[in-house]
């Protein structure tokens, strides 16, 4: 069982950073794939970025690469996600996820590979 805890939302401009940070529970962590998803009102809940469990490898939604940064500390039991360049369409509600199963090529960035999820934290973005 993993337990995971977003922080670091907020309300901010148009062009101004933030960084979400994601502390999970339990001696396990190292071995989940660790994933960031989003979503906005109305809408559905969509992926951002994940990383492998050794952190050496990392994908990103077209929507947000160049801007944002997914990393890992293992030895912290902690995700990040380094937003740069916000924009209005970036404010959502952004949650971590935990995979324990093997890194899928093809899945990764669906919300059904992901076995654990944190409780949520709102971004939002004034233009």
């Known amino acids: 069982q993993v337990q995971l805890v977003e922080s670091g939302g907020g309300l901010v401009q148009a062009g101004d950073s933030l960084r979400l940070s994601c502390a999970a529970s339990?001696?396990?962590?190292?071995?989940?794939?660790m994933g960031w998803f989003r979503q906005a009102p109305g809408k559905e809940r969509e992926f951002v970025a994940v990383?492998?469990?050794?952190?050496?490898?990392?994908y990103y939604a077209n929507s947000v690469k160049g801007r944002f940064t997914i990393s890992r500390d293992n030895a912290k039991n902690t995700v990040y996600l380094q937003m740069n360049a916000l924009k209005a369409e970036d404010t959502a509600v952004y949650y971590c996820?935990?995979?324990?199963?093997?890194?899928?090529?093809?899945?990764?960035?669906?919300?059904?590979?992901?076995?654990?999820w944190g409780q949520g934290t709102q971004v939002t973005v004034s233009s």
């Open positions: 990383i492998r469990s050794s952190g050496g490898v990392t």
């Open positions: 339990g001696r396990t962590f190292s071995s989940h794939h």
């Open positions: 996820a935990a995979d324990q199963s093997g890194f899928s090529y093809v899945a990764y960035a669906r919300a059904g590979t992901y076995d654990y």
